[in-house]
């Protein structure tokens, strides 16, 4: 049986280890190597920014810590679990308990509310206090007026607050942005990037964030660059 080792007795691990990871996606002469040999170390608490040019892998690397893509090659271990030893439901644990993905899409449930949307994650988790962990995870994104709200009756930017919260609900060791502001507007998507960054700090949540912007990349503590599959540069952390 699989066991899922406490957030205590892995407190010292980094947030994410990946050594050697090896990915390629279709099959015959459609077949493209995707991440050839990615090595990377993210430290708990920081905040990382990962850049490329489209198809350089960076948005697969993404979905290697997230546990949503398997590697052919290599080793991933996120939040002290060594990914390569669970199945697909062990990872399915893992991130509705350790990971909050926010996707440039909200990919919110159209016949749910905003609240029934951020609670989904915390009932799934068996949670007693879903609606009223939802409710209070709403209020921290000033969404506290919506919470009966469709995501049809909310414009992009109260959307992808929604998302955010829904992301944060389960109080994640590691929060993972996909491109979070590609659907919004500049001052809509500066709005959202404040509240990503306001909120990571006051929870010392792990931030892996995907941009094309390489000024949105800068905000963070460490810029990674991502070129054909490889890492081109890991960067530096930044003294906070």
């Given amino acids: 049986m699989e066991t899922i080792p406490t957030m205590t007795r892995d407190a010292h691990r980094p947030a994410v280890e990946l050594e050697g990871l090896h990915l390629s996606l279709g099959s015959g002469a459609a077949r493209v190597d995707v991440l050839k040999g990615v090595d990377l170390t993210i430290e708990r608490g920081s905040s990382v920014g990962i850049v490329g040019p489209s198809g350089s892998g960076k948005s697969t690397l993404l979905m290697v810590m997230a546990g949503l893509e398997r590697p052919d090659r290599g080793r991933v271990v996120v939040a ?90 389960p109080a994640p060791a590691l929060l993972l942005a996909d491109e979070p502001t590609g659907n919004l507007d500049a001052a809509t998507g500066g709005a959202i990037v404040d509240l990503l960054f306001r909120m990571q700090a006051a929870r010392g949540t792990t931030l892996v964030l995907v941009t094309h912007d390489t000024a949105l990349a800068g905000r963070c503590g460490r810029t990674v660059r991502v070129n054909s599959g490889v890492i081109a540069d890991a960067g530096l952390a930044v003294p906070a």
């Fill in 80 to 169: 002290g679990e060594d990914f390569g030893t669970l199945s697909e439901d062990g990872l399915a644990r893992v991130r509705g308990r350790s990971i909050g993905i926010v996707f440039q899409s909200f990919h919110l449930i159209p016949t749910m509310t905003a609240l029934e949307n951020v609670a989904v994650p915390l009932e799934l988790a068996g949670r007693a206090d879903a609606f009223e962990v939802a409710t209070a995870e709403l209020s921290a994104v000033g969404l506290s007026h919506r919470l009966d709200h469709l995501p049809s009756e909310m414009s992009g930017g109260e959307q992808q607050r929604v998302a955010i919260a829904r992301a944060l609900a």
